[in-house]
């Protein structure tokens, strides 16, 4: 089944997973910086744009500070300058798009380009798409126009691995049911609406608000369909309008969902927020979410207006969302009650990072991240960073088991190994049920190092812009993030990974590749044979000769 997933959405992708904070260059003279002069226009009228941003990503060690960015003039010009030399990425924003130089298309990563001492780059001219639009209007059965209705765009992405759809632009109908998406990039999207409101009740107990789809209507994809297995793609042009997208709000038979939730986590504070979740959507779409928040301290809870269908039921306590406890139900054709939830006190788990052979180096700028294993809605992903003598502390913990990602390695770096106690938990996971042992996590400054170029598949010719793309073999390490290793070819085709955990890959490279794909099995599954085999060393360096897969054989 598709996912759902609401997310703030860079146009562009860092897939840089290290960094390089030690032994602080010299700071360059004025006559060793550079600059970047160029212009960015309108890519379907040529028209200049005026007041979009241009910026810099540092992608090594050699330039650790970047320029503000800079906006362009009347005719689109902008000038940066006081660029220490080193590689850069550059990047161009307007309202509704954003590009990398020398990326194949929106979203996609551009090639490193070097700016030596002193050098003034030039003629850099970027061509933005126009934002695109989808129209329409929403009826109810009867064909009349439903005001303030929520109408929203969801597409696909890879994302946690996984192809998903992700929520996009939304809006609300006017008087008339009429709808207008804006500030959409060129694509194919889904439209789905529903009648989301907030009730407010006054009880006894106190104040109870609820959130959901009112009974009447329920979430309707467009033309007119339940589900997006049936639903129609939307393709939109750059720059154009899909008008016309109108169809009818349906009705089903709704149920309620009752029950009882305490926490043990904090008597002073009252609020507990709960949220009834479509089993594998995200929480994030309000059009596939029924919720509630209790203020009155009771714990007693009802949902309305539910749907027949599977659900995570999740219970959340804490400013922050910081304690949760959850369970899965069935509605079938009856209402649903006698539920329970108990979220237990949090637990605090300290730690300590540490450096193999070396104890005097600063580490911090290194952040930890727990990843749920579990189906929990919505995934709570503590974090905690890294003080600069290693430690950290995650303050608010819930039973589950986790994965422990590191995020922020110094270059070259890698994760050797993470306790806690006697326990293995660097693949294995860590079991927070209870009172775990403080970790104990080991880097490594001694990652393999993989060169090599990237060349097409039929004159063997250098590929500029090509990701590469590190993928473990090993089954408990496919899926896990601090196990991939990426890098963009330069403009010879020449790439450097470092810090590669020793252990059995394949290496890819693709002409074009959508951030993320690289994590999903299947889309792996039907290139593997054109993966090549690599099982690297502490400390030792490779090189390899790939060619690229054509974005259109990866489908």
């Known amino acids: 089944m598709l996912r759902k997933l609401s997310l703030c959405l860079l146009p562009f992708v860092l897939l840089a997973q290290t960094k390089d904070t030690g032994g602080a260059p010299a700071k360059p003279g004025a006559a060793d910086l550079g600059s970047i002069e160029g212009r960015i226009l309108n890519a379907k009228t040529g ?13 090594d060690s050699a330039a650790r500070t970047e320029p503000e ?43 490193p380009y070097l700016i030596g001492a002193g050098q003034h780059l030039q003629d850099i001219v970027f061509r933005l798409p126009p934002a695109s639009v989808i129209s329409g209007k929403i009826l109810d059965e009867a064909g009349e126009p439903v005001e303030r209705a929520l109408v929203q ?33 060129a694509g194919k999207y889904l439209v789905i609406a529903g009648y989301y409101e907030t009730e407010i009740e006054k009880t006894d107990k106190g104040t109870i608000i609820r959130a959901g789809m009112a009974k009447k209507f329920v979430p309707t994809y467009y033309p007119g369909v339940p589900d997006q297995a049936s639903a129609a793609f939307v393709d939109l042009p750059a720059g154009g309008e899909a008008g016309g997208i109108t169809f009818k709000l349906l009705k089903k038979p709704t149920f309620a969902v009752k029950g009882h939730v305490r926490q043990d986590v904090s008597p002073a504070n009252r609020m507990i927020t709960l949220s009834l979740v479509v089993s594998g959507l995200y929480l994030g779409n309000a059009l596939a979410r029924v919720s509630t928040a209790n203020v009155d301290g009771s714990g007693d809870f009802e949902f309305r207006g539910v749907i027949p ?32 939830l108990h979220i237990g006190p949090p637990a605090k788990l300290a730690g300590k990072v540490r450096i193999k052979g070396d104890a005097a180096r ?9 990843m749920p294993r579990s189906d929990a809605f919505p995934p709570l992903r503590p974090r905690a960073k890294v003080s600069e003598d290693g430690s950290f502390q995650f303050d608010a913990v819930s039973a589950d088991k986790f994965d422990v990602e590191v995020y922020g390695l110094l270059e070259g770096f890698y994760v050797e190994s993470i306790r806690s106690g006697d326990q293995d938990v660097l693949d294995q996971g860590l079991n927070c049920i209870g009172t775990p042992a403080p970790l104990d996590v080991l880097l490594n400054p001694s990652g393999a190092i993989l060169t090599g170029a990237v060349q097409d598949d039929k004159e063997q010719q250098p590929v500029t812009g090509a990701t590469v793309v590190v993928v473990p073999q090993e089954e408990l390490r496919r899926g896990r993030v ?52 690599k099982e690297v060393k502490e400390g030792t360096q490779y090189a390899v000769t790939l060619t690229a897969i054509r974005a259109s054989d990866a489908r």
């Open 482 to 533: 601090m196990y991939y290793r990426t890098a963009v070819t330069d403009q010879l085709g020449n790439f450097t990974v470092k810090g590669i955990i020793p252990g059995k890959y394949k290496v890819f490279a693709w002409d074009d590749l959508e951030p993320d794909a690289y994590m999903d099995p299947e889309f792996i599954k039907a290139v593997e044979s054109k993966g090549v085999p």
């Open 309 to 340: 269908g599977s659900y995570t039921l999740a219970a959340t306590v804490g400013g922050g969302g910081c304690c949760q406890a959850w369970l899965h139900v069935d509605v079938f054709d009856e209402d649903v009650g006698g539920l329970g």
């Open 47 to 59: 028209e200049p744009l005026r007041a979009a941003t241009f910026r810099v990503w540092s992608v």
């Open 153 to 185: 765009t969801e597409s696909l992405r890879f994302v946690d691995g996984k192809k998903q759809l992700v929520t996009g632009v939304s809006v609300r109908t006017n008087d008339l049911g009429e709808f207008r998406l804006t500030t959409l990039p």
């Open 362 to 370: 600063s580490l911090a700028g290194i952040t930890l991240t727990l």
């Open 69 to 111: 960015p800079v906006t362009t003039d009347e005719q689109g010009k902008f000038l940066m300058k006081g660029l220490a030399p080193g590689r850069y990425r550059l990047v161009a924003l307007s309202k509704w798009s954003a590009m990398e130089y020398g990326a194949r298309r929106p979203g996609g990563q551009g090639p």
